[in-house]
């Protein structure tokens, strides 16, 4: 039985217990998930199928074509297709340029996160017309860095891989048989033209995997991983402290 890199856990009951969270979850709606032909997307739903049968699920491909490579557009297509998925594909240029056209300045960030936010909507869209629930595809490290859009791909129903680490999501995602074109893809949320998810934060996910897991999660002195990583460390458990907004709920005036 295989065991991921960084926690040991064997990959068999990684999945066993996100299906078993899915089938608790969904009951009896329909899962919707966006698919970004990513590895994060493309596992949940190879978990959903898994946990479903693919006829309740729905898959939602949203390119943007100033910003999505026609190769994430075809293997989101293609793995859909081979596990049998109803899906449909909605080009957003048209929603984002009237949002754009309304607006006297241009941000790329928050263009970018514009972008992430059409597409919840149209999947809460799909779920109010289809009696259905919105799936997330976050994994634990977008998660606690904040490496996501607030009310735009964080802005979901459940979090089937919302505890399992990005370098465990690649290992996750052979072992239920997802391309290897998709697992040794570059993570990317393409929000914009050329966007990388490593170059953007500074660090690679294998090392930020260790820090996560070793400081936040077990509570280990963080000077022990500085001796062997540096100042990458700072920076990680920076982003996740900044980041701690999008992680709880809005503060609420207590009046009562």
């Known amino acids: 039985m295989q065991s991921t890199s960084i926690r040991g856990i064997p990959l068999e009951r990684i999945s066993d217990t996100i299906t078993s969270f899915i089938k608790d979850h969904v009951n009896f709606k329909t899962a919707i998930v966006g698919l970004s032909g990513g590895v994060d997307s493309s596992t949940v739903l190879a978990l ?12 939602l491909i949203m390119p943007d074509s100033t910003t999505t490579p026609s190769q994430d557009i075809r293997d989101a297509v293609d793995l859909a297709s081979s596990l049998g998925v109803r899906w449909r594909m909605i080009y957003i240029d048209g929603m984002f340029r009237a949002f754009m056209e309304g607006l006297s300045t241009y941000d790329r960030v928050a263009a970018g996160n514009l972008r992430a936010r059409i597409r919840m909507a149209l999947l809460y869209y799909h779920a109010n017309t289809m009696n259905g629930i919105v799936i997330g595809t976050g994994d634990k490290s977008e998660i606690l860095l904040g490496y996501f859009t607030k009310y735009g791909d964080g802005g979901v129903d459940i979090l089937p891989i919302g505890d399992v680490y990005k370098t465990e999501v690649r290992e996750l995602a052979t072992y239920l048989g997802v391309p290897h074109t998709i697992v040794a893809k570059k993570s990317s949320p393409r929000l914009w033209a050329g966007q990388e998810a490593e170059s953007e934060l500074g660090f690679t996910y294998e090392v930020a995997d260790i820090v996560l897991y070793r400081v936040v999660e077990k509570g280990e002195d963080p000077d022990v991983l500085r001796s062997q990583y540096g100042n990458v460390v700072d920076l990680i458990l920076k982003r996740v402290e900044e980041n701690r907004h999008k992680r709880e709920l809005p503060p609420t005036a207590l009046v009562s």
């Open 48 to 59: 959903l199928v898994k946990a479903l049968g693919n006829k309740n699920v729905f898959g």
